[in-house]
């Protein structure tokens, strides 16, 4: 019998780290434990996790002016124009 | 026991032609999906004889006409991929079903294969434009002004659950889920109270509990009963409850959970009740609330506020797993479930590169700051929209990414290879190596079905109502042994 969600992974690769190698400016992720999950969140994951959001509001601001030259301009027109069709 | 939660999800993009005054959602999404190339795909009909929109769970059919289009048309609207994919017109939207998959993780890689894949078309289908005129494709739920198309999932489900159940333990369930689920917006819409920002793109759309209609007074849960599969044997849950979502890591946690709790309610380990007084209201309550700390009623008179629900459904999912065979990866969505909720009841926005809505709010609050703007500034606004740009230049959310803001589940190169590999697992593996190796001979599909047009004969229609079956392990021998389709329906005939 199957166990929940079965063990196949995809394609012919083997169990990866869950957080791809894929970008080397990532921010690390937290600690993975072994426990259940109802020991994690407190103490020092908690901590960790609060400091990680802190840090990440502070280099927002240094993404605003990547924001500024990115938005779509005319902004007013541009979101007034933006009309769909309802669908599903 | 649970039976295998083979799931898939099906999204709508919202689109547009920027510099086409009379620009024509239709047309554009026939340019839009016949501007992606793939061998064959131009000549396969979608068969809809498999089709029936109309069954309703709770064991009626409902009146009302089914949609055939003719051939031509057929043709034109429906393109069936060689990953095992369904990309298609659905009404004045292009729609992405993802092939079906067993694990989270391969839902991750398979939805974001599918952006990848419309942002390929959109630049094909802009060649075609006249200069001036530029395609968009957004991966969210709304326009802001009352219209919403969805993003939906699916789940297979045991049909011997019965609905009842399914609804009951459900309800809560979904209406506390987006929390973590959700992909954020700027105000309200559709006669819902007024606030600057909301966790839920869809919340204010949904106007009644349970019912079959996706496109007016749409309910939380949706009772389309087409399983897609032997309906002796299965349901297949139809959810549109849930956001388009951008964030891996939301995608990963949002159908990991929902397979696990399904999972739980065919198990019988749903213990507690905690149906809600009024889960139409609530669920706009819920998505307005962006602190997360504003309880809402129980039937019984208690007070949870979202978390706490979720709570509530992670302990039962612990105590469930205790003592089981439980599989890495929803050892490791039972442990993230658990990190993220309990940043919610702290501070939501410690999930600023994990979770959509907080993503979304602090890249709005931090432009808003800077710039000394209010929430009704035409430019907070347009950040809303564009962080489910699919432009990989232009998309906030992707710049997230780049930027390493945004945590990841999968790695580039698998979701690269996603676009032309079908998963492993089920029958969408049968179905993408078949048009990848007979595509010519190829004459219908449906999720359940492929038909074969070979030589003099009829068209043979291969059956597929078991979704684990044509998996690789299934069908790999077969598939060598049958260098041509006639080869094909001839060991299949034996």
């Not at chain 2, 039962?316 to 969505?333: H, I, K, W």
């Not at chain 2, 800077?370 to 564009?386: E, I, N």
């Not at chain 2, 990848?436 to 068209?459: L, T």
Request: charged share 30%; hydrophobic share 35%.
């Amino acid at each position: 019998m199957e166990v929940l969600i079965g063990k196949k992974t995809c394609g012919d690769t083997e169990l990866r780290p869950l957080y791809g190698a894929a970008d080397s400016t990532q921010k690390k992720a937290p600690t993975k434990k072994g426990g259940d999950g109802d020991e994690s969140g407190d103490g020092e994951g908690g901590q960790k996790l609060a400091e990680k959001g802190k840090q990440l509001k502070e280099e927002m601001d240094a993404l605003v002016d990547e924001i500024d030259e990115v938005l779509e301009e005319n902004a007013e027109e541009f979101v007034k124009n933006y009309v769909q069709r309802g669908g599903q | 026991m649970a039976i295998s939660k083979v799931m898939g999800s099906e999204i709508e993009y919202g689109i547009t032609v920027k510099g086409d005054p009379d620009f024509d959602p239709i047309s554009s999404c026939v340019l839009l999906v016949n501007a992606y190339r793939e061998d064959h795909a131009g000549e396969i009909l979608w068969d809809y004889e498999q089709e029936n929109p109309l069954a309703d769970a709770r064991g009626f059919m409902v009146d009302g006409e089914k949609y055939t289009p003719n051939q031509q048309e057929n043709i034109a609207r429906n393109k069936t991929l060689v990953n095992g994919a369904r990309y298609y017109v659905d009404h004045a939207h292009p729609e992405y079903s993802c092939p079906e998959v067993t694990t989270a993780r391969e839902l991750v890689v398979h939805e974001k294969a599918g952006e990848r894949i419309l942002e390929a078309s959109r630049r094909e289908a802009n060649a075609l434009l006249p200069a001036g005129s530029q395609m968009l494709l957004y991966k969210n739920n709304s326009d802001r002004k009352g219209n919403s198309y969805g993003a939906h999932e699916n789940y297979l489900m045991d049909r011997r659950t019965s609905f009842k159940q399914v609804v009951e333990h459900l309800m809560p369930f979904f209406v506390s889920r987006q929390v973590y689920c959700g992909a954020g917006k700027v105000g309200s819409e559709n006669r819902s109270q007024p606030c600057d920002y909301q966790i839920s793109q869809r919340a204010d759309f949904f106007e009644t509990e349970v019912a079959l209609d996706t496109m007016v007074k749409r309910p939380i849960i949706n009772t389309r009963d087409e399983p897609h599969a032997n309906r002796e044997k299965y349901r297949r849950l139809h959810v549109i409850v849930g956001d388009a979502n951008l964030s891996e890591f939301t995608i990963y946690l949002r159908s990991g959970v929902t397979a696990l709790v399904l999972s739980m309610i065919e198990d019988g380990a749903i213990k507690k009740t905690l149906a809600l007084r009024d889960p139409v209201r609530a669920i706009k309550e819920v998505s307005h609330d962006t602190s997360c700390r504003k309880a809402i009623a129980l039937e019984n008179g208690q007070k949870l506020t979202a978390v706490q629900l979720q709570l509530e459904y992670l302990e039962m999912a612990q105590q469930y797993l205790s003592g089981r065979d439980v599989d890495d990866e929803t050892r490791d969505v039972v442990e993230k479930w658990g990190e993220v909720l309990a940043s919610l009841e702290r501070d939501p926005m410690e999930l600023a590169s994990r979770i959509d809505w907080v993503m979304k709010l602090s890249l709005i609050e931090s432009f808003m700051e800077r710039k000394s703007l209010d929430w009704d500034a035409p430019q907070v606004q347009m950040l809303d929209l564009q962080y489910h740009d699919l432009r990989p230049d232009k998309g906030l959310y992707y710049m997230l990414e780049r930027q390493g803001r945004a945590e990841r589940v999968a790695g580039d190169e698998e979701i690269a290879a996603a676009i032309t590999k079908p998963p492993e697992g089920t029958r969408a593996y049968f179905r993408g190596e078949c048009l990848r190796r007979y595509g010519s001979a190829v004459f219908g599909v449906n999720w359940d079905s492929i038909s074969f047009n070979v030589d003099d004969e009829p068209i043979r229609r291969i059956m597929m109502e078991e979704p684990l079956k044509g998996s690789r392990a299934h069908v790999e021998e077969l598939l060598k042994n049958s260098p041509t389709a006639a080869d094909l329906v001839k060991n299949l005939r034996a």
